[in-house]
């Protein structure tokens, strides 16, 4: 089945600092990606869309200048977090679309201290 | 507004019990409905999924869910759960036609007891 990659699986980081989160889908491609934040017992909220060659969508109250999202190849999508605060601290997952499905990662925990 | 309801924050069976998530939508109109289940370290992993035709689909693992158009749900069974089976299980929708937008229930977590 199709296999999708996040990097790393956890990160620290100071408050003020930009941490950068891979997504790879490892044996096919994606032109569209998505990313997800969840938080602690809580369902996934969907952050932005990211098509391959074009501008990420972001939904309703995500800051578009806070979570870059780059997606220069179609097996290739990343999410920079700038200048993370402590409420920053989640998990973010991203997924693949392959025809109608969509893959998941396993998800990037992040905690700014 | 659309949204995703799952009543049960948490669920315990004993293994080889039977076992049914609810989940219960509002929608413009029927959407497509998907069950995911999310084991820690792995990614979520997509059980069953219903478009359209029979309204009782089976899925991967021995599950099955049947849409019920007039009271808005699509919940999840299982006839004999395995230890295996403890997990986080959630349920989505989205949009007819458009495969992006996923909306998400809150989860429901399974203990299963031996």
């Known amino acids: 089945g199709a296999v999708v990659s996040q990097h790393p699986s956890w990160v620290i980081c100071k408050s003020g600092t930009s941490v950068k989160i891979e997504c790879r889908s490892l044996d096919f491609q994606a032109t569209t990606m998505f990313w997800y934040r969840q938080f602690p017992k809580q369902s996934l909220m969907l952050m932005a869309t990211s098509n391959e060659g074009s501008k990420a969508t972001y939904e309703q109250g995500v800051e578009k200048d806070k979570f870059l999202i780059n997606h220069a190849s179609l097996t290739l999508s990343t999410l920079t977090v700038t200048s993370a605060h402590p409420e920053d601290s989640s998990f973010y997952i991203c997924?693949?679309?392959?025809?109608?499905?969509?893959?998941f990662g396993p998800g990037t925990r992040l905690t700014v201290l | 507004a659309q949204s995703v309801t799952q009543p049960d924050i948490h669920i315990t069976v004993s293994e080889g019990a039977s076992l049914e998530l609810r989940c219960n939508y509002s929608y413009g109109a029927t959407p497509y409905l998907f069950w995911y289940v999310q084991s820690p370290g792995q990614g979520l992993q997509l059980l069953l999924k219903y478009f359209s035709g029979d309204t009782l689909v089976q899925g991967i693992k021995g599950f099955e869910a049947e849409f019920k158009r007039s009271q808005s749900s699509f919940n999840l069974r299982k006839p004999s759960v395995h230890w295996s089976d403890a997990a986080e299980y959630f349920c989505a929708v989205a949009r007819v036609g458009g495969y992006n937008k996923l909306i998400f229930g809150a989860g429901t977590r399974l203990a299963v007891h031996p």
């Open positions: 997924s693949a679309r392959s025809g109608s499905e969509q893959f």
